[in-house]
């Protein structure tokens, strides 16, 4: 993944699965943008991804993980504020969470019944 072109393919394929509530692209972008991995390093980015995990409830795998999350990449009071404040911007203040589809179960179980 050295080249631009494979990076922002990453980036651009993550940030459509995190825009549908994949919680898992959502981590993955927050850990990418605090370690500066493919994409640039912005900590209130990350903040704002773990933001928005917080307020997801499918997330609930993660809620534990976070505040460790915060204390490993050392952010500081200043990004947390940013990047919470973007994700208040981006939810709203009553965010209508769409639980993610299960695709590969919803599959199986119309096979089921055929």
Not at 51 to 80: C, H, M
Request: no cysteine.
């Amino acid at each position: 993944m050295t080249s631009p072109n494979n990076r922002e393919e990453v980036y651009t394929q993550l940030r459509a699965a995190a825009d549908r509530w994949d919680i898992d692209a959502q981590y993955t972008l927050a850990r990418l943008h605090a370690e500066g991995v493919v994409i640039r390093q912005s900590l209130p980015d990350a903040v704002f991804w773990l933001e928005v995990l917080r307020r997801n409830p499918a997330a609930k795998k993660y809620w534990s993980s976070l505040d460790d999350f915060v204390q490993a990449y050392k952010i500081g009071e200043t990004d947390i504020q940013t990047g919470k404040e973007m994700a208040r911007m981006w939810l709203g203040d009553d965010p209508k969470i769409i639980p993610a589809v299960d695709y590969t179960r919803s599959i199986l179980e119309r096979e089921s019944i055929f």
